[in-house]
């Protein structure tokens, strides 16, 4: 558990000046676009020196790295298929030896096959479970080696895991429910350690994949409380407090940041 002289330490910092994730390091896996862009940026402005991993784009992910290096920040780009189990473990191994530790991972990087249920085949159901339910086990699994007291583990879920609101969502919505489990259990298993382990789960998100001027955004907009898209940036903001300070008493929890979709 976190101790005074850890709590002085951080009250101690936030005094002087210090930004909030001075001197940890961050591991986000598809940190080349979208949320995870946004999350990479979010947390290297708060201090961290950021991993990224990212399947293909490498041009995307070494501007990532670079918008953080001219910052004033660490960064570095890790190409890894999430999909394959030697990449992930590869991947958390190599931040650690580069960075020296590894304090916060957070399990971004997935997978949609939307369509109607009999449609789905059985290389859509491997693909997408690979991605979105096994590589973010393996990446805690193989991060928990190297956590330590303060650790963070965050898991990007998806509002649909709540509520499936419109049809052709059965395979996407069963990986990300996995992941509420995954997310309890790791929290009961590591809380002894003083690691934490929390869900952050969006709604409709301006991105590439799911734009806000997209085919079906008015739709997805008009089933949010808020009748509007959300901005990566939104996530990334409640993925930094999980990492922070302001998250060291929030474990097992799932937090929406969805503009009222699951109400």
Same mark, same amino acid.
């Given at each position: 558990?976190?101790?005074?002289?850890?709590?002085?330490?951080?009250?101690?910092? &936030?005094?002087?000046?210090?930004?909030?994730?001075?001197?940890?390091?961050?591991?986000? !896996?598809?940190?080349?676009?979208?949320?995870?862009?946004?999350?990479?940026?979010?947390?290297?402005?708060?201090?961290?020196?950021?991993?990224?991993?990212?399947? %293909?784009?490498?041009?995307?992910?070494?501007?990532? /790295?670079?918008?953080?290096?001219?910052?004033?920040?660490?960064?570095?780009?890790?190409?890894?298929?999430?999909?394959?189990?030697?990449?992930?473990?590869?991947?958390?191994?190599?931040?650690?030896?580069?960075?020296?530790?590894?304090?916060?991972? /957070?399990?971004?990087?997935? /997978?949609?096959?939307?369509?109607?249920?009999?449609?789905?085949?059985?290389?859509?159901?491997?693909?997408?479970? =690979?991605?979105?339910? =096994?590589?973010?086990?393996?990446?805690?699994?193989?991060?928990?080696?190297?956590?330590?007291?303060?650790?963070?583990?965050?898991?990007?879920? %998806?509002?649909?895991?709540?509520?499936?609101?419109?049809?052709?969502?059965?395979?996407?919505?069963?990986?990300?429910?996995?992941?509420?489990?995954?997310?309890?259990?790791?929290?009961?298993?590591?809380?002894? =350690?003083?690691?934490? &382990?929390?869900?952050? !789960?969006?709604?409709?998100?301006?991105?590439?994949?799911?734009?806000?001027?997209?085919? %079906?955004?008015?739709?997805?907009?008009?089933?949010?409380?808020?009748?509007?898209?959300?901005?990566?940036?939104?996530?990334?903001?409640? /993925?930094?407090?999980?990492?922070?300070?302001?998250? =060291?008493?929030?474990?097992?929890?799932?937090?929406?940041?969805?503009?009222?979709?699951?109400?």
């Amino acid at each position: 558990m976190m101790t005074t002289a850890t709590t002085m330490a951080t009250t101690a910092a &936030a005094a002087s000046g210090g930004r909030p994730l001075d001197g940890k390091v961050a591991l986000v !896996t598809g940190g080349s676009r979208g949320i995870g862009e946004a999350t990479a940026l979010r947390l290297a402005a708060d201090g961290a020196a950021v991993a990224l991993t990212y399947q %293909s784009r490498e041009d995307r992910a070494e501007q990532v /790295v670079k918008r953080i290096e001219q910052a004033g920040g660490r960064a570095w780009a890790v190409r890894a298929d999430s999909a394959d189990p030697e990449a992930v473990w590869a991947s958390v191994a190599g931040v650690a030896e580069r960075f020296g530790r590894l304090d916060i991972l /957070v399990n971004n990087a997935g /997978v949609g096959v939307l369509g109607p249920f009999e449609g789905i085949t059985l290389e859509d159901v491997d693909r997408v479970l =690979r991605t979105n339910v =096994r590589a973010p086990f393996l990446a805690a699994q193989a991060a928990a080696g190297h956590l330590t007291e303060g650790g963070r583990i965050i898991t990007i879920g %998806s509002c649909m895991a709540e509520r499936v609101a419109f049809p052709g969502g059965s395979l996407y919505a069963t990986s990300k429910a996995a992941l509420a489990g995954l997310t309890k259990a790791l929290a009961r298993e590591l809380g002894p =350690r003083g690691i934490t &382990a929390n869900l952050v !789960t969006p709604g409709p998100i301006d991105t590439e994949m799911n734009p806000a001027d997209g085919e %079906s955004a008015e739709m997805q907009a008009g089933l949010t409380a808020l009748g509007a898209y959300g901005q990566a940036s939104d996530v990334a903001a409640t /993925v930094a407090h999980l990492a922070g300070e302001g998250g =060291r008493y929030i474990t097992g929890a799932s937090i929406a940041v969805d503009g009222g979709f699951a109400v």
